[in-house]
């Protein structure tokens, strides 16, 4: 069997994770695993770890380790045979030390954006809380304003999006983050990438996947995303 390639992406909210994540999968054929996808998708199904986790969700809060790794990790039990990449996990030291316990990481890739762009970013950014589909009236603005593309219903600006809640985010992010970072650096797995635009960052990180692709037998798994 071909060597597998398990990936993670790391960065602050507005970092552009998740685009980096989904041109990654479409032009690799990795399998993109969204942690904000998967617990959305225990809450749906009344999944023990998906209702615990919503009584964090719903007060505010950030959701603990234990049940987050309880969420992520069967699922990527299941696709021992599989290559995929992880956004939005591990977000924490005791994640990444859960991760570890089943697979040796590959490749994490960690973006580093200026706070001016942060700040610019997620002040135009707009959500639809159901899907998680998230907009930008800068970049990527929805066809009707105010309202989501496919449901229709209205989309909402998370409080901890605003500027004056931005700073206090992004400080507890690189608290929770360094010793991540710090991790996979001692790893040899580490890339960091820095910008202040997405596609202008992408080529960097296009070539890179393509020399680790290229250096691995041929044959693994185009997976579609979910």
Same mark, same amino acid.
């Given at each position: ?12 909210? #507005?970092?552009?994770? #998740? ?208």
């Amino acid at each position: 069997m071909a060597k597998l390639l398990r990936a993670a992406v790391l960065g602050p909210p #507005g970092s552009g994770k #998740g685009t980096i994540c989904k041109r990654i999968a479409h032009s690799f054929g990795l399998q993109y695993l969204s942690s904000g996808h998967f617990l959305r998708e225990g809450i749906a199904a009344n999944t023990e770890a998906g209702m615990l986790a919503k009584t964090y969700i719903d007060r505010g809060m950030l959701v603990p380790d234990q049940v987050m790794t309880r969420l992520m990790l069967p699922k990527l039990e299941q696709l021992r045979n599989h290559s995929w990449l992880l956004d939005g996990f591990p977000r924490t030291l005791a994640q990444a030390q859960a991760l570890n316990s089943l697979y040796q990481m590959d490749l994490v890739i960690s973006l580093n954006i200026p706070y001016e762009t942060l700040k610019d970013r997620l002040s135009d950014r707009w959500v639809h809380p159901a899907s998680g589909r998230v907009y930008n009236m800068g970049f990527n603005p929805p066809l009707v304003q105010g309202k989501d593309d496919i449901t229709g219903e209205l989309l909402i600006q998370h409080d901890d999006d605003k500027p004056e809640a931005l700073m206090a985010r992004l400080r507890h992010y690189k608290e929770l983050a360094k010793p991540v970072i710090d991790l996979y650096k001692s790893q040899g797995v580490l890339h960091s990438f820095s910008g202040t635009e997405t596609d202008k960052i992408w080529p960097y990180i296009n070539s890179l996947l393509s020399t680790k692709m290229h250096t691995q037998p041929s044959g693994a798994h185009p997976i579609q995303t979910p």
